[in-house]
């Protein structure tokens, strides 16, 4: 129970700062700002919840995991269960601290989102994206990675993806990321919600499948 707790609790945290940096911080941090803000919230609940739980707050995460043997079907569905309802919870939250669910961080693409790129563009973005930030928690967690680096890797790994992509999707990565403001927002942006829990779920299996048969372990 104490890993399902952190598990809720961890993503929500990862939507309250990276959403609510771009909701809140917007124009005054820019891109920049709010890349880093969904990196430090990473590396934060790594090193806070990372001991309890593994600090998944991610449904692709603990695909990965699971496909590459390191936790059962069980364990991983019932980290699915926390870490949606944490994400709700965070954009909960965000909802009550801007007075509105008109944007709550939601993710997005085409006419009118951001860099208005097409279906395709965030469907490749989502489906590689997610594929290498999975590769990189998976070595940097594995028996032969540095200890005590592997936070600080996954949340740079983040911020770097964030900088590329922003203006892509919004970059989810991240099923539960996405379905917390979606479902709040409500709209398009719960419309177009399939594409960022079946994207970054694809890119889980590939990262995973890498590892489980073995193509990227020494």
Not at 16 to 42: S, Y
Not at 64 to 74: E, N, P, S, V, W
């Amino acid at each position: 129970m104490n890993k399902l707790i952190a598990e809720f609790i961890g993503t929500a945290v990862l939507v309250l700062i990276g959403c609510g940096a771009a909701v809140l911080g917007g124009d005054a941090i820019g891109q920049v700002g709010i890349a880093f803000a969904f990196g430090l919230a990473i590396v934060a609940m790594a090193y806070a919840i990372g001991p309890i739980s593994g600090c998944h707050i991610n449904p692709a995460v603990s695909l990965a995991l699971y496909i590459d043997g390191r936790m059962d079907l069980m364990s991983m569905v019932q980290h699915w269960v926390a870490q949606f309802a944490g994400a709700l919870a965070g954009a909960l939250i965000l909802w009550a601290i801007v007075g509105s669910n008109a944007s709550l961080g939601q993710n997005g693409w085409g006419p009118g989102y951001l860099g208005e790129y097409s279906m395709l563009a965030a469907l490749i973005f989502e489906v590689v994206f997610t594929a290498i930030f999975v590769m990189v928690i998976l070595g940097s967690t594995g028996e032969r990675a540095a200890p005590h680096f592997a936070g600080l890797a996954i949340g740079l790994t983040l911020v770097a993806i964030h900088l590329v992509g922003i203006q892509v999707t919004g970059v989810s990565v991240n099923p539960a990321r996405s379905f917390g403001p979606a479902i709040l927002v409500g709209g398009e942006a719960l419309a177009q919600l399939w594409l960022f829990i079946v994207a970054p779920l694809a890119g889980g299996v590939l990262g995973g499948l890498l590892y489980r048969f073995k193509i990227l372990k020494a």
